[in-house]
């Protein structure tokens, strides 16, 4: 078994309770280990790999359990402490009534069988009104300094250690018809008022049906111009299945086909069935014998690149390294074209 069809087995047990098992010789689990860290799915693959111990049917080195375990209390350490940060965030946001709303990160955790064990990040979140009003706003409420203006979609700055990513837009697209079509949906979206529960707190985000799009155009984003790692399919195959009853498939097929992106979602929903194990009925579409012509490339760069394509690139320098992600975003545009002309 090579030790890619290995950590699907894992992850699949992990996520879906599958009653699948691996064979790999013991030397081989730190090869496992080494490529569940690349694709930041360490402590998935490690709930998948305890349910198989537990029952029996494999043996695993003792130094690698050890070591596994110590990542994974890491994850959950790390978790909880981001959690708390968020809870903050949301409480005084809730409390000095500053529109925002949460998105990726810990409110996909949430969907998880296991939710402490998914690889944490930052906190990325949409503000509902300009940049101008809220940032007097935010540097009252949050004891922070942030720039007068925003050069960019989003800005970063950190709070108790914790990384936090202001969006004044969640997407760009190449044209003007498809951005105003998208942010014409933001703004629907905030008439809404979605929540999940962080800890004791009620912390705000997009509708399912918009959220579920949106998980999927963060993913092909990054797929395309830098590379994704396999926690990102994860956090969209958990989403659509934990909120398939609130998912709209028609009005989320109706936008995917919009934005000119449905072909490229089928074949990303190839890989969520069939090597990911996400149940058929939990994808709002059909997927096709076309849809899966496209998995064998997607997972050779998916494997190579590793989480956000970092194993993609060797500069030094800030300015290399943008050269080597321009590189590799024509390269996909060329070699994924029919998926999104």
């Known amino acids: 078994m090579q030790i890619i069809d290995a950590l699907f087995v894992v992850l699949r047990r992990a996520l879906w309770n599958n009653q699948e098992t691996i064979d790999i010789s013991e030397e081989h689990f730190q090869e496992l280990m080494d490529l569940a860290k690349a694709q930041t799915v360490s402590g998935l693959a490690f709930d998948g790999l305890k349910q198989m111990v537990v029952a029996g049917e494999i043996r695993v080195p003792k130094k690698v359990l050890f070591k596994w375990y110590a990542v994974q209390e890491k ?12 809870e903050h965030f949301a409480c005084l946001c809730n409390d000095c009534q500053i529109g925002y709303a949460v998105v990726k990160g810990q409110t996909l955790g949430l969907c998880y069988p296991q939710p402490m064990d998914r690889m944490p990040g930052d906190i990325d979140f949409l503000i509902r009104d300009d940049y101008e009003i809220v940032r007097p706003q935010l540097e009252g409420t949050f004891q922070i300094h942030l720039p007068k203006t925003m050069l960019e ?20 697209f190449c044209t003007s018809k498809h951005l105003n079509y998208w942010e014409n949906l933001i703004k629907q979206s905030w008439q809404n008022d979605d929540t999940v529960i962080i800890g004791e707190t009620a912390v705000r985000t997009l509708p399912p049906t918009l959220n579920a799009i949106y998980i999927f155009l963060h993913l092909f984003h990054h797929f ?7 926690r990102q399919f994860c956090d969209w195959a958990v989403f659509l299945h934990y909120h398939a009853s609130k998912i709209n498939g028609c009005q989320m097929k109706e936008v995917l086909r919009q934005l000119d992106l449905l072909d490229a ?21 059909e997927i096709e014998d076309k849809d899966r012509k496209w998995k064998r490339k997607m997972l050779h760069d998916i494997i190579r690149g590793g989480n956000f394509g970092k194993q993609n690139h060797q500069a030094k ?6 050269l080597e992600t321009l590189q590799l975003a024509l390269k996909n545009s060329i070699r994924y074209y029919s998926l999104s002309p």
């Open 75 to 86: 994850i959950q350490r790390n978790n909880l402490k981001v959690n708390q940060e968020l």
């Open 153 to 172: 979609k989003e800005l970063s700055f950190k709070m108790n250690g914790v990384l936090f990513e202001l969006h004044n837009r969640l997407m760009d």
């Open 224 to 230: 395309m111009r830098e590379g994704v790692g396999l």
């Open 265 to 285: 979602a089928k074949a990303f929903g190839a890989i969520l069935v069939d090597e990911i194990g996400l149940p058929a009925s939990s994808l709002p579409f």
């Open 317 to 322: 320098t800030p300015w290399r390294y943008k």
